[in-house]
């Protein structure tokens, strides 16, 4: 057989890209930094401008006007996408019943709703691992800037709190969006090439580590300790990297001793030590979080099947905070279909992870990646439950990059290989031995 053993990215690169999804990836992926980086909070004059509905309807036009041309049709969706998009159904009629407030809970999942065509997006136009390496890319940039911005313009605001907008005013928002893209920084450190860009990656993932102490945040830190050591199993363990197992309990240590004295303040405050100011506000927070938890078993009960509507369980709180849970956070808003809905959807990534992992035919790199999902995305199943994470778009993401990496595999192995007879291998040797040592040369496997 020849060249079977050829990496993903070689063997797409003689399939070729599928023809005129140029410029609507161009713009899915401008929709992808304006989300992750959130140019409009930091970049002056842009605050006017709506950046992200404008490159998420430019993308969106661009995939509409492709139609018949491209690779995967809306037909080849995934099973998740059905889940997401009845979970948005289910939440919409609940705004529309809702017994706070209406007209704020439509317009959250009219918001929240923008993710099903993100998702659609991604899955049609991301369809070889170059792209959706290009995505991850933007992801990780964006949030090392936003890392980087917020410790510029926040340095002296305790926790970061309130620096960036958006997504990003909590400071546990912000720790929760730093673990969840530290497994890809590590996967590109790995697969780095030249020593500048490994310099840079290395600077990146201690750029996060410390935004996301300075955050303090106690569910971020909790779920970085659980998705590090995922990152590490599959990237320091299976394979066989153990240097990376010493290097980021050093890394760790370094951090916690330079930045990380707020974090142990709150981490002491739950056992009910509160020797400081900050230790005291955040035993206040841990005594506030139980009974915010009580607060949304209560609701569940009285609202079973629509919730309350997204959004309005602070309202429905009586002190104005979300339920430090996901998955009662879902339950209380969208009721339990939204639960079970949205439990289905993760399921499916995990699904896709395993059949991703099961290989043993992949290269290097696209192994490192699925290494990087997969501990992404336990990183999060455990933080969701010391987090109000079910609108924020990360883990959705991450779901459509399992969705359309096995989408890419599947078409690779439909795809016709050529046959082999004994003239091609001799033309394959006398072209061996006329490039002999050339990146053209042809490989033979036995």
Known sequence: MIEADKPIAAREAESGKPAGLNGAFFWLSAFYFVYCARPEDWVPGLKYIPLAKISGILALIGLLSSLGRTKRKFRDLPRESNYLIAMIGVLGVSALLSPIWKGGAVSHTLDFAKMYIIFVLTFLLVTDFSRLRRIIYIQAVSVAVISAVSIIMGHSRPRLEGVIGGIYSNPNDLAFAIVLTLPFCLAFLLTAKGALSRLWWSATILLLGLTLLMTASRAGFITLVISGTVCLWHFGVKGRRFYLIVVSGLVVVLLLAVAGG?????????????????????????????????????????????????????????????????????????????????????????????KLLRRKDLDVHTTLFIGGLHSSMIGFVIGALFAPEAYQFFPYFSVAYTSALVATIAEQERSPQPDVNRAEVRRGLGNWRVNRGKPDAVTLVR
């Open 262 to 354: 707020p974090l142990m303040n709150r981490l002491g405050a739950i056992g009910g030590h509160a020797d400081t100011q900050m230790g005291a506000v955040a035993y206040e927070s841990y005594e506030a979080r139980k009974y915010l938890m009580l607060r949304a078993l209560e609701g569940i009960k009285h609202y079973p099947i629509l919730g309350l509507g997204v959004a309005n369980f602070q309202v429905y709180s009586g002190i104005w905070h979300d339920v430090h849970m996901t998955y009662l956070q879902i339950a209380v808003e969208g009721g339990i279909p939204s639960l079970v809905l949205y439990l289905l959807f993760f399921a499916c990534a995990f699904s896709n992870l395993r």
